[in-house]
């Protein structure tokens, strides 16, 4: 059980000094997990950088988020995607894909504006769990929409009817919404295991 | 480093007692790789079924070599997938997944001939990358095959002029393949992480 949890009220609205000495009680309580014996190669490293409430992983929400609400909207836009089941995934994907990462952005400010670690275990699982089943649903929309578009692009070269430069646009934006996801779910699920 | 590698040499022909032996040191190492601390709830399992090296994980390799060779051979069987990209990349991620399957296959029937645990850390992690590489390119085949096959069948109703059959049973065996991989490759991060 490596979680650390220091115990931070800051509804008390503590003073400067106090909440000077909480933040150093945080640091000791991170720098106090380490006790398991020499890591010679820094394997097992305290909340890395994009690790769940770390700017970093607030960060990695965010673009998630952001390029979710993009392929969304863009996919939206088009007023043919209704006839075309692969594009109606795609939306749907993105809709969770979005929802999601937004909960988990809320859930990262609460935790750095409380300077609060979320190493809880319950925690990360869940994450790990929803960062794997949003990843694979938004990749799998991604990809069939890929398909789809090369399809009608290159394939077929009937872009003169379709909306192709939007449909690449929503894929592209699925994509890369799938890989800032990425980094998320493999710190999550390597902080459960390592834990 | 909890990596329990055993030092044992089967090519010296020894005798059944001394296998024996070997086997109970192989054990032993196993065993011995637990002295971390008491662990509640079974959080760091020693070579789970599935692992590397382990039957199940010898049995998951096949059945994704055998689903990806299935898919593949499904998939070349129609004259015309050349003139989709999305079933061309089918066919070149089922080669790939069936190559790297196959692989790892030997390396398991290698592992569990001579006894010897496949829990090095180098060797894990290249498993790992592996799977996660071929895990996504074949999930994203399969997704991409997906589309068309849905766009071919249920939005175009056009199945009187193409193997749909084909098409959609190709795309189930490469799911199924992909559903295969997702446990090693869960099982090959997990023991990386947890060592």
Partial sequence: MRASRPVVHPVEAAPPAAAAVAAAAVEAGGAHGGENGAQPRGVRMKDPPGAPGTPGGLGLRLVQA???????AVM??????????????????AILQCLWSLSLAVVDIYALLVKRSLRNPQAVCIFTIGDGITGTLTLGAACASAGITVLIGNDLNICANNHCASFETATAMAFISWFALAPSCVLNFWSMASR
């Fill in 76 to 93: 939206a836009a088009t007023d043919d995607f209704p006839s075309v089941s692969a594009f109606c995934y795609l939306v749907a994907a």
């Fill in 66 to 72: 952001f390029f979710a609400a993009a392929a969304l």
